[in-house]
Nanobody, 126 residues
Framework: QVQLVESGGGLVQAGGSLRLSCAAS????????VGWFRRTPGKVREFVAV????????FYGDSVKGRFTISRDDARNTAYLQMNSLKPEDTAVYYC???????????????????WGQGTQVTVSS
């Protein structure tokens, strides 16, 4: 069983930056992919980014490409999402998730992730 806890959310002005953290426990962190998703009220969770465990390959959603960077520190069992040039439309609850079943295949849909954190709120003011 994998437990995930996000932190680092908050209120920031447009153009600012935040770094989210996802601390993992249980399982073997270095052996599974970690993804970030976000959800705004009334919408389904949107894929943001994923990083593989094997070679740290990354993949991003179109809306964040070039502004967000996903990374991981296996020694700390923690994944990160560095968010730069934030826009009001980035306002959402951000979730990290673990894909423990599909090896290092990149997963971009919520159904491919088995474990989820509780989320952290990011609010970007204009």
């Amino acid at each position: 069983q994998v437990q995930l806890v996000e932190s680092g959310g908050g209120l920031v002005q447009a153009g600012g930056s935040l770094r989210l953290s996802c601390a993992a426990s249980g399982g073997t962190f270095s052996n599974y992919n970690v993804g970030w998703f976000r959800r705004t009220p009334g919408k389904v969770r949107e894929f943001v980014a994923v990083i593989t465990w094997s070679d740290r390959s990354t993949f991003y959603g179109d809306s964040v490409k070039g502004r967000f960077t996903i990374s991981r520190d296996d020694a700390r069992n923690t994944a990160y999402l560095q968010m730069n040039s934030l826009k009001p439309e980035d306002t959402a609850v951000y979730y990290c998730a673990a894909d423990v079943a599909r090896g290092d295949q990149i997963s971009v849909t919520i159904h491919e992730y088995e474990f989820w954190g509780q989320g952290t709120q990011v609010t970007v003011s204009s």
